[in-house]
């Protein structure tokens, strides 16, 4: 504080007339003495009220109360000696709280007991089982899901040198293997089966559900909390993480009695709710807070700076990164991964048995700049820094840790389907079944020759349905409904409950699956037929019964193993929409077309997006056996259940053992508030 009075006009320690050093020294001491028991008292009430606003908010307050606290300080001094301008202060308590916290973890760090008490309190935790209890006790296992980053993507970062940690894991202690998603290869679907057990009925990140007029998005609160519901209900089993589990981060709790940012809890009311006590928990500590606030506005100004300089070289392809996204990104690069990395940390000093944990700053980004852009490696250095620093917490736990790295899919590059064809494809549905259209894609303009025969297409289809009589045209409220999740389209015709033939969508609209299955675009159509069941319709009219659907055949030519099984899984769902579309996938050059505005996606079939990586302890058993492939959630789950087992004597029979209900193990482990978090599903709305 002295030094800071010393160094900047607008902030004294002194009388006007001046003081004596002695004097000067006192009132110093006086300032930072009310400012350290300010910090220490009123600041967790202000970050708990502060839970009541947006996240997103929250770290650039920081500044502002933390000024606002020294401010109250000053005055508190005698003599009215001390004074500051407002933004001054500002800049005084953030350089105090980063001086010591800097500090007093220096001078901690050559005690491990104290070190340990550090980073205790840094994530707030109070469990019954702090370090030094006494006894042997299994090994925990953390589960660290990196969301978005496939298992090539990690493979060339750890050889590349982006990711040390990675490296010197894979060239050691752990073994790595790939696993194939389902046809959903998206968060929802994925984590949803990895942590519960069962993925079934989830066709996409959002559907249409025609029996109760309901549109289903993964990562809104009551749907992840309906979602876990039918997931509890269908396997009779409470999820990975019901005996002394921690959720952090996810869209789902696996059935843990601790949970912070869980997206499927965060739908109710009431001291029920903790899903937010993450934030509170971590910004307690204001060293925290500003750290996490300067990275955060660091984070924006990079993003900014980033995407000017993607325009001005004219990079494709490329997607619009402008009016809040840089804000978003930054929350998911600094804010959520600082938040989740610390309440991790504190779960493995309070000794929990299992931990999942989702970062999500790679998936953020690579939607944005490319999966394999230089933006999205530098995302990936950072997430190396957060694997190395819960490695050196491990050391400080009380019992030993397995480190579990795992995603829950990848992401496919490639230029989107407006920008490749010069509509959406909301335009050329509607274009088909005989509805206006934006006059953007009537008159869009281009000498790509793919773009030329999607217009002929377009073309086509505007002709033919203007052709038809008066009793074709599509009935009231029957104006189909088109959802995008990456480069898997869902369209449903919400004026019927149940799914609509090929048959009925030709009397409806005889253009509609001929301008989908021609156009350049799109890869192949999911539809039911009267006379064959299911078919997946390809170029040129052909028309495959799922029966006799196989891989590496039209119409799946180039989309890699298992996507015939994939297909013919989904089509079984009850939610399954009346046309699911998939975008082309190019195998030379690994692109797709995503219909919404990213340039990195994922949610179907093609590509890296399906091929997602599980990095293990060599203590562990192999996921499969030699020669075997890792697919599917479901599968993943049954492999993440057995490794839970391994190391805590006899196993447990359980629902990853033959498919049925079994152990759902204790899940009224007490919360970080003192509330027990009850292992049953979140209500279906808010």
Not at 104 to 110: C, N
Not at 292 to 297: D, R
Not at 430 to 439: E, Q
């Amino acid at each position: 504080m002295l030094a800071l009075a010393g160094a900047l006009p607008d902030f004294q320690l002194q009388s006007p007339g001046g003081d004596s050093i002695t004097r000067t020294a006192v009132t110093a001491a006086w300032g930072a003495g009310a400012f350290g028991l300010l910090t220490a008292l009123v600041w967790p009430v202000v970050v708990r009220a502060l839970l009541l606003v947006p996240a997103l908010v929250l770290g650039l307050l920081v500044f502002f109360l933390n000024g606002s606290l020294l401010l109250i300080a000053l005055w508190l001094i005698p003599d009215g000696r001390g004074a500051a301008e407002p933004e001054t202060a500002v800049v005084v308590a953030a350089v105090m709280s980063a001086v010591a916290s800097a500090t007093s973890t220096a001078l901690a760090v050559r005690d491990d007991d104290a070190y340990r008490r550090r980073l205790y309190r840094l994530a707030h935790r109070r469990g019954p089982r702090a370090a030094g209890d006494g006894g042997e006790q299994p090994p925990g296992t953390v589960f660290v899901q990196l969301d978005g980053v496939g298992c090539e993507v990690l493979r060339r970062a750890a050889a590349d040198g982006v990711m040390p940690t990675v490296a010197e894991w894979l060239d050691t202690t752990h073994r790595l293997t790939p696993w194939h998603t389902d046809w959903s290869s998206q968060t929802g679907a994925s984590q949803l089966g990895i942590l519960h057990g069962t993925n079934h009925d989830v066709p996409a990140f959002r559907w249409y559900e025609k029996d109760r007029g309901r549109l289903m998005v993964s990562n809104r609160p009551a749907s992840a909390g309906e979602l876990q519901r039918r997931a509890v209900e269908r396997t009779g089993d409470a999820g990975l993480l019901a005996s002394d589990g921690a959720s952090r981060g996810n869209l789902f709790s696996g059935g843990a009695g601790q949970v912070a940012l869980v997206l499927s809890v965060a739908a109710r009311r009431g001291r029920a709710n903790r899903s937010r006590a993450g934030y509170f928990a971590y910004f307690s500590d204001p060293a925290n807070a500003v750290r996490t606030a300067v990275s955060f506005i660091a984070e924006v100004l990079r993003e900014i700076g980033q995407s000017t300089r993607s325009r001005l070289r004219g990079d494709r392809p490329r997607v619009g990164r402008g009016g809040l996204y840089p804000f978003i990104r930054a929350f998911a690069t600094v804010v959520e991964r600082d938040v989740v990395v610390a309440a991790v940390m504190g779960d493995m000093l309070a000794g929990r048995s299992a931990v999942y944990a989702d970062l999500v700053a790679y998936d953020e980004v690579a939607h944005h700049s490319g999966p394999h852009s230089k933006d999205a490696s530098m995302v990936l250095e950072r997430l190396d820094r957060s694997l190395a620093l819960i490695a050196k917490v491990a050391e400080h736990a009380p019992r030993r840790y397995r480190i579990v790295v795992l995603s829950d899919h990848g992401q496919s590059p490639g230029e989107t389907f407006e920008a490749a064809y010069g509509l959406t494809l909301k335009d050329l549905v509607r274009a088909g079944c005989g509805l206006p259209v934006s006059r953007r894609a009537e008159r869009s303009k281009s000498g790509a020759e793919a773009r030329d025969a999607a217009r002929d297409a377009l073309r086509s289809a505007l002709h033919r349905t203007l052709d038809q009589g008066a009793e074709e045209q599509p009935a009231t409220g029957s104006e189909p409904v088109v959802l995008a999740s990456g480069n898997l389209a869902l369209i449903s015709f919400p004026d019927t409950e149940e799914r609509l033939s090929r048959e009925q969508i030709d009397r409806r609209h005889p253009a509609l699956l001929r301008t989908l299955a021609n156009h350049p675009g799109i890869g192949f159509l999911l539809v039911r037929s009267e006379e064959h069941g299911s078919v997946a319709l390809g170029r040129d009219g052909t028309a495959t019964p799922l029966a006799e659907l196989a891989d590496g055949a039209p119409p799946l030519t180039g989309f890699g193993r298992g996507a015939a099984a994939a297909v013919r899984r989904t089509d079984a769902f009850p939610h399954v929409a009346d046309i699911m579309v998939n975008s082309m996938y190019d195998p030379g050059t690994g692109t797709v077309h995503a219909f919404e505005p990213q340039i990195g996606s994922h949610g179907g079939l093609g590509g890296e997006q399906s091929h997602a990586f599980l990095l293990y302890p060599a203590e562990l058993s192999a996921p499969v056996a030699e020669g075997a492939e890792l697919v599917g959630a479901e599968q993943l789950h049954r492999v993440l259940r057995r490794w839970l087992g391994e190391g805590h004597g006899p196993r447990i029979s359980t629902a990853g053992d033959t498919g049925d209900a079994g152990d759902t193990g204790d899940a009224g482990v007490t919360g970080d508030t003192g509330t027990a978090e009850p292992s049953t599903p979140a209500p279906t709305s808010p």
